[in-house]
């Protein structure tokens, strides 16, 4: 009995294994032959949506200073006093260098004691004139010597004239011993120092002035943007925007203020130039910039980033990505391309969810994960 129980409870133990393997094997043939369902293809998608779209000319500047001057003497002198310190802002009148004024001065003295001479000469004279023209009648005095003080009159009537512009003159010269900024701006490098004998014939000068506020931008943009540049400027202000050279950091705003009177034949290109007021002192004399014109703004125009465009055999398309994840073509015209947007007017609505990045992996129909950029 025993045996034949233990070789009963082996079999059901034997038989169970054999229906185990047997599932297995069979459950991974089915499973094998099923067909497996594709994994999400990873994308970076973004939103079509309408807005203002700006139309812009890109082009590479130069800043120039508004004005520059080298500030030179005017007198012949010793150079006594240096009143400004080296980068520094001034303002239009402000004291730059002064000169030895001690000979221009005794200039100007001896110019006014002349004056007083001559002034009591020419009093003198007119009391001689007009004793004579009381005497003359009663025959007291000739007709020649009447004549006579009356040209004494006139000759130093005109040598008091003489005195005073001496004066005048003296005094300009007196003034020019003091240097002052013509302009407001900012100084550069001292160009001589005190104690030096400077003269109005030396060209090197004492400082370089230049204004910084404002400061305008030359550039040159193509012939062909010359229409677009003139009617806009026929509307209102141009407006500018100057940035860094990573095309990124803006620098400041400003306006066009010039459009150059011809064309260079030799480039096809027209000269223009913008204005900023440079309040931060961002841009500097000499220094390349990135010059943006924007011509005109579009409103309420639908917009996608431009890398969601591609090109094939009938023209533009873009993949759109449905709510369910499925991918689907859609062939789109293109208005225009600014800036990395492009300006779409048919094909695509606003909220369409365009891909932008792993759009070469796609095809009709697939699903697509959107994963962060």
């Given amino acids: 009995m025993i045996n034949r129980r233990v070789a009963t409870i082996t079999g059901l133990t034997l038989a169970g294994i054999l229906f185990a393997v047997v599932y297995r094997l ?10 497996r369902k594709p994994a999400p293809i990873p994308v970076q998608a973004a939103l ?11 082009a590479i500047g130069t800043a120039q200073a508004a004005r520059t001057a080298t500030v030179t003497t005017r007198v012949d002198g010793q150079l006594q006093k240096i009143a400004f ?24 003295e001896q110019a006014q004691a002349k004056l007083a001479q001559d002034q009591a000469q020419l009093d003198n004279a007119r009391n001689d004139v007009q004793r004579y023209v009381t005497l003359s009648p009663e025959d007291y005095t000739s007709k020649q010597t009447l004549d006579t003080a009356r040209s004494q009159v006139a000759e130093l009537t005109a040598q008091v004239k003489a005195d005073r512009a001496a004066i005048e003159s003296a005094k300009i010269q007196l003034d020019y011993t003091s240097i002052v900024a ?47 540049v003139t009617a806009a400027m026929a509307t209102g202000p141009l407006e500018a925007i100057a940035s860094a050279e990573d095309g990124k950091t803006q620098l400041d705003r400003g306006t066009v203020g010039l459009i150059d009177n011809r064309v260079d034949p030799a480039t096809g290109t027209v000269r223009l130039k913008a204005v900023f007021p440079n309040e931060s002192q961002r841009l500097w004399p000499g220094q390349f910039v990135n010059i943006r014109v924007v011509t005109q703004v579009l409103h309420n125009v639908l917009t996608t980033p431009s890398s969601a465009i591609s ?29 990395g947007v492009t300006q779409i007017s048919a094909g695509l ?25």
């Fill in 26 to 35: 069979t459950g991974a043939a089915a499973a094998e032959a099923a067909p």
């Fill in 48 to 58: 079509a949506s309408r807005g203002d779209l700006p139309l812009y000319i890109d």
């Fill in 85 to 108: 310190v080296e980068g520094s802002q001034v303002k239009a009148g402000d004291l730059l260098a002064q000169i030895d004024p001690a000979p221009y001065r005794a200039q100007l």
């Fill in 182 to 228: 013509p302009f407001s701006g900012r100084t550069g490098l001292r160009l001589v120092d005190e104690g030096n004998i400077v003269r109005a014939s030396d060209t090197g000068g004492i400082v370089v002035l230049t204004e910084l506020q404002p400061i305008a931008v030359t550039f040159t943009v193509p012939q062909q943007e010359l229409p677009d």
């Fill in 311 to 339: 090109q094939g055999p009938k023209g533009a398309f873009a993949y759109v990505v449905a709510r369910d994840g499925t991918v689907e073509l859609r062939e789109v015209t293109v208005e225009r391309e600014a800036g």
């Fill in 349 to 373: 609505q606003a909220g369409d969810r365009v891909v932008t990045n792993g759009q070469y992996r796609l095809t009709p129909g697939d699903h697509a994960r959107v994963i962060a950029g």
